[in-house]
């Protein structure tokens, strides 16, 4: 009886094995919490900031070739003030348009027929546009920029329909979800936006 209990009972190194794998696995169990918590976190700050304050878009189209894609994935940050020369995002139709702010309130923008675009009588210089065009516009220029609102164009001007036509007009600056910053994809263009 006596070999039977030797043979049953553990021995101290044993014992010592078995106390530290349990010590390791209750190690273990907290930080795969601590870490599933951490990220949870992180995705739901991810989420709120993505919503409030910096959305994230895809592209579709081609009006603002060849400085962005269709299919680029961009950041905007939200502002209702822009400044002359950032692209803006706003909602048209239940679609998200992109556009570059050309004048803001009180401006006057005309247009001539080669599509030069001229703001206060100035003629601007826009490096982002390959292809000058007067497009599909209705307005009778020049036309002044109405309090709270800008005059946006597609840098691809001969395809995209902007505030030279009458069906989208002048954009409400609190309509705007706002200026577009960042492109994040594709990772070779990575960079902030012009």
Same mark, same amino acid.
């Not at 553990?10 to 044993?14: D, I, M, N």
């Not at 210089?125 to 546009?129: I, K, N, Q, R, T």
């Not at 007067?134 to 307005?139: F, M, N, Q, V, Y």
């Given at each position: 009886?006596?070999?039977q209990e030797k043979e049953q009972l553990?021995?101290? %190194?044993?014992l010592q094995a078995e106390r530290e794998r349990l010590r390791h696995r209750r190690r273990y169990r907290r930080a795969l919490l601590g870490t599933v918590s951490v990220l949870a976190v992180v995705a739901a700050l991810a989420v709120l900031i993505s919503t409030f304050f910096m959305p994230v878009f895809r592209i579709t189209g081609s009006s603002m070739e060849p400085n962005l894609n269709d299919g680029d994935i961009i950041v905007a940050m939200k502002t209702e003030r822009f400044e002359r020369g950032q692209v803006c995002g706003f909602y048209f139709n239940n679609k998200l348009l992109l556009k570059r702010?050309?004048?803001t309130a009180g401006m006057?923008?005309?247009i001539d027929e080669d599509g030069y675009v001229s703001v206060d009588g100035e003629k601007l %210089?826009?490096?982002?546009?390959t292809d000058r065009s007067?497009?599909?516009? $209705?307005?009778e220029y020049p036309v002044q920029v109405p309090d709270g609102c800008v005059f946006v164009l597609g $840098?691809?001007?001969s395809t995209s329909v902007d505030s030279r036509s009458s069906v989208i007009g002048f954009i409400k600056e609190d309509e705007t979800v706002g200026q577009i910053v960042m492109r994040v994809w594709p990772l070779k263009n990575f960079g902030?936006?012009?």
């Open positions: 009886m006596r070999n553990p021995t101290l %190194e044993a702010v050309i004048a006057w923008v005309d %210089e826009e490096p982002y546009v007067k497009g599909i516009s $209705d307005l $840098d691809h001007r902030l936006i012009d």
